[in-house]
């Protein structure tokens, strides 16, 4: 039934089911557009959902994740906002510190997802937003380095 559910022009109003597609654009939409995108969000959200049940099986049995732990049990959290660590990530990757630059943006930010049990957003609009900063476009990476030369002279000194 695809040639009449998802190509423009066969609308037969005897097949929809929604009347909410005849306020759509009939050149851009089909008569049952609406319930596939349905039927993709509730798959998607399906996914979320047996993926956060799994994690909290794993917390009530006592696994933790080991990246996110110290050896004393204490977890290993982040603490500066979001957008800095985006911002690290950004610079790690143009360094080529992290698999010669062969890894790519979306796999770091999930690594740091999971080492620190967070949730980054989308990674690629933060950046967007970090590029455009008028004042100080890298300011977090620019209070790591005076906080470590600080460290350094302290420990001389």
Do not use: P
Request: aromatic fraction near 10%.
């Amino acid at each position: 039934m695809d040639e009449f559910y998802f190509l423009r022009g066969n609308d037969k109003i005897s097949l929809v089911s929604n009347t909410s597609h005849f306020y759509t654009d009939a050149e851009f939409s089909t008569s049952h557009d609406n319930a596939i995108a349905k039927i993709m969000a509730y798959d998607l959200l399906i996914s979320h959902y047996v993926e956060e049940l799994s994690y909290l099986r794993d917390l009530s049995n006592g696994v933790q994740n080991k990246l996110s732990t110290l050896s004393n049990g204490e977890r290993l959290g982040w603490t500066a906002s979001k957008t800095d660590l985006i911002e690290l990530i950004y610079a790690l990757q143009a360094s080529g510190a992290i698999k010669s630059g062969t890894a790519g943006i979306k796999e770091m930010a999930s690594a740091c997802e999971d080492i620190f049990e967070l949730k980054l957003g989308n990674v690629y609009r933060t950046f967007l937003e970090i590029r455009e900063r008028k004042i100080d476009q890298t300011k977090f990476i620019d209070r790591l380095k005076a906080t470590l030369l600080r460290r350094m002279e302290e420990t001389d000194g």
